[in-house]
T-cell receptor, first 115, second 111 residues
């Protein structure tokens, strides 16, 4: 089945640790996104990528890093520099372009908790 | 910064009634989309409307777009308990295709 997969579903991080969240898609989408969602809040853009080996900072990139070595994969690392990482993280992918259907497909999310 | 702001933040209606939520945005757009999120889950795409369109329908959903007012509305007719969810608008812009979301409307349908 085509889709976008995030793993793990739940993740616990100790203070000072880096953790990496996985996001894989087999939809042949060009663009991939990482969003952070805090309880009762909207989605805030962390990073996005429109092409392999290139990515752009979103609104809240500090304390996060990404890579886009393959079209299908866009992992997010939450570094120890992120002071308040407990949140729900959502990955999405879409086609891009002026006349394209830019509908985004979302993974089921990773809930990260600092312990 | 959030591109879109949904209004109201929360809405409770009786089952069978219509639900209307609004989205305002700040800059010129290419597309505007509406998504639904059930609690603790990923978002699901509902409908996309292009900047040169004014109205679009999909089943019980009706979306309008007023680019002069930089606003959109989502109407859900004959609401059902299963419509209980958060609803978000999202926009992308010419030359800047990143998808930016609003703050969402929490809709509760009372059986």
């Amino acid at each position: 089945d085509g889709g976008i997969t995030q793993s793990p579903k739940y993740l616990f991080r100790k203070e000072g640790q880096n953790v990496t969240l996985s996001c894989e898609q087999n939809l042949n989408h060009d663009a991939m996104y990482w969003y952070r969602q805090d309880p009762g809040q909207g989605l805030r853009l962390i990073y996005y990528s429109q092409i392999v080996n290139d990515f752009q900072k979103g609104d809240i990139a500090e304390g996060y890093s990404v890579s886009r070595e393959k079209k299908e994969s866009f992992p997010l690392t939450v570094t120890s520099a992120q002071k308040n990482p407990t949140a729900f993280y959502l990955c999405a992918s879409s086609f891009i372009g002026l006349d394209m259907n830019t509908e985004a497909f979302f993974g089921q999310g990773t809930r990260l908790t600092v312990v | 910064s959030q591109q879109g702001e949904e209004d109201p933040q929360a809405l409770s209606i009786q089952e069978g009634e219509n639900a209307t939520m609004n989205c305002s945005y700040k800059t010129s757009i290419n597309n505007l989309q509406w998504y639904r999120q059930n609690s603790g889950r990923g978002l699901v795409h509902l409908i996309l409307i292009r900047s040169n369109e004014r109205e679009k329908h999909s089943g019980r959903l009706r979306v309008t777009l007023d680019t002069s007012k930089k606003s959109s509305s989502l109407l859900i007719t004959a609401s059902r308990a299963a419509d209980t969810a958060s609803y978000f608008c999202a926009t992308d812009s010419f030359g800047n295709e990143k998808l930016t979301f609003g703050t969402g409307t929490r809709l509760t349908i009372i059986p």
